[in-house]
């Protein structure tokens, strides 16, 4: 059974504070992995990443993927109360079906 | 541009009833999934069509269908509701079958079964 396990489940820091949000996957056909941001409906959309190693960054949010150890993790640097949110993980299958199978999210809660 | 468009935002339903819900994509894009997120848990795959054809099913009973137009728009509609239908349902659109230009989420529709 395809899985998806993001850790912590909830977290919360001060504002400025460095945060790592961990994501760690089992699944068969393997496509991409994909981070997103649920603050109250809409998930939206940080990052894609296909290639281990390569760095994805965008202001101070960066994400990097581990293909052989099956994992990816989100850093967010001098965190802001905007940043408050539900950070969800999600891998791409492939194979004719292109599903996108979720983690339970981390819960991030920024203090002023 | 206009993003991904759901309707209705909000639904109160009896358990037994039906209901469908409505999605139009991002125009362009031609691929529409369906997604179920209870509270506290990750988004859950349910359908996935593009152009015109399922081409993924979740692990969701028969009371779950969908469809999709000719103009790309969606349906979903879930028959015999129980309690546990209660959930954010979300709707997707991609440019393509495969996510390669990302997957963009609409802002759901909130379905209450009592």
């Known amino acids: ?112 | 541009d206009a993003g991904v468009t759901q309707s209705p935002t909000h639904l109160i339903k009896t358990r037994g009833q039906h209901v469908t819900l409505r999605c139009s994509p991002i125009s362009g894009h031609k691929s529409v999934s369906w997604y179920q997120q209870v509270l506290g848990q990750g988004p859950q795959f349910i359908f996935q069509y593009y152009e015109k054809e399922e081409r993924g099913r979740g692990n969701f009973p028969d009371r779950f269908s969908a469809r999709q137009f000719p103009n790309y728009s969606s349906e979903l509609n879930v028959n015999a509701l129980l309690l546990g239908d209660s959930a954010l349902y979300l709707c997707a659109s991609s440019l393509f079958g495969q996510g390669a230009g990302g997957y963009t989420f609409g802002s759901g529709t909130r379905l209450t079964v009592v």
């Not at chain 1, 059974?1 to 056909?29: A, F, I, R, W």
């Not at chain 1, 990052?47 to 099956?70: N, V």
Request: aromatic share 8%.
């Open chain 1, 1 to 112: 059974e395809d899985k998806v396990v993001q850790s912590p489940l909830s977290l919360v820091v001060h504002e400025g504070d460095t945060v790592t949000l961990n994501c760690s996957y089992e699944v068969t056909n393997f496509r991409s992995l994909l981070w997103y941001k649920q603050e109250k409906k809409a998930p939206t959309f940080l990052f894609m990443l296909t290639s281990s190693g390569i760095e994805k960054k965008s202001g101070r949010l960066s994400s990097i993927l581990d293909k052989k150890e099956l994992f990816s993790i989100l850093n967010i640097t001098a965190t802001q109360t905007g940043d408050s949110a539900v950070y969800l993980c999600a891998v791409e299958l492939g194979a004719g079906s292109y599903q996108l199978t979720f983690g339970k999210g981390t819960k991030l809660s920024v203090i002023p």
